[in-house]
């Protein structure tokens, strides 16, 4: 079970300390969130912030969860900028294209995931298995932080399961709490995004401390 922060929500001009807390409460992985204005409704942050990460957190992996339909320029730039994994939108571009970026992660050494919108149909994941190490569930519409966990995702996660078989990660991304991590864990989910919960809610380490004593009761 991995838990991996995102910042969108963190104090942007405090950033080196809220990744900090998380580091020290044993965070090993950052969900780093990239908006376009253009695929999403709204704007975020870009390939310095993931490179000064890296060179601060050299040991923490930077997962990249592309929200652009824009790979063309964005992927190698994330490439370059250090990225451990980057995840792509069924919803951002062709399958072909998918496929030649998947491709091009693999050959630089990156990790690549799929990810998926609420309204797409879990099906989709599966011809793209053999490629990737990740399966992103979005558990909300993409866009914002401190939304809502959307009710029927519990379901879709099962069902992904079901497809993609025991071994790859499931990860769900959108209002995780204390509350919908056991939902999400008990559908078949192992990966863990959480925002404004760590960020917003109150002390970073303890947010972190409740939310592992979720995962193993
Ligand atoms: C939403 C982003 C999420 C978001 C999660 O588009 O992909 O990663 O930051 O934030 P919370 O946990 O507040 O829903
Ligand atoms: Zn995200």
Do not use: C
Not at 58 to 67: F, K, R, S, Y
Not at 160 to 188: C, F, S, W, Y
């Amino acid at each position: 079970m991995i838990i991996a922060p995102s910042i969108l929500n963190a104090d942007n001009l405090n950033l080196k300390n809220e990744i900090d807390e998380a580091v020290a409460a044993g965070v090993d992985r950052f969900h780093i969130d990239i908006m376009d204005g253009h695929f999403v409704p709204n704007l975020s942050f870009g390939p310095q912030l993931v490179s000064d990460f890296k060179r601060e957190f050299p040991m923490t992996n930077a997962e990249i969860h592309l929200m652009s339909d824009n790979p063309d320029d964005l992927v190698p730039a994330f490439v370059d900028a250090g990225a451990d994994i980057i995840e792509l939108h069924y919803e951002a571009m062709s399958e072909s294209k998918i496929n030649y970026w998947f491709d091009y992660l693999a050959s630089n050494g990156v990790h690549a995931a799929l990810a998926i919108n609420p309204d797409t149909s879990v099906e989709v994941i599966e011809k793209f298995l053999p490629k990737i190490s990740q399966i992103l569930v979005m558990t909300v519409h993409p866009g914002f932080g401190g939304q809502g966990f959307i009710a029927n995702s519990t379901s879709r996660i099962k069902e992904v399961r079901k497809l993609a078989g025991p071994n790859v990660p499931i990860e769900v991304d959108g209002g995780i709490n204390d509350e919908t991590i056991k939902l999400a864990k008990q559908a078949g989910a192992d990966v863990f995004v959480v925002g404004s919960y760590l960020y917003e809610d109150g002390d970073v380490a303890h947010q972190i401390h409740l939310l592992k004593e979720k995962l193993t009761k």
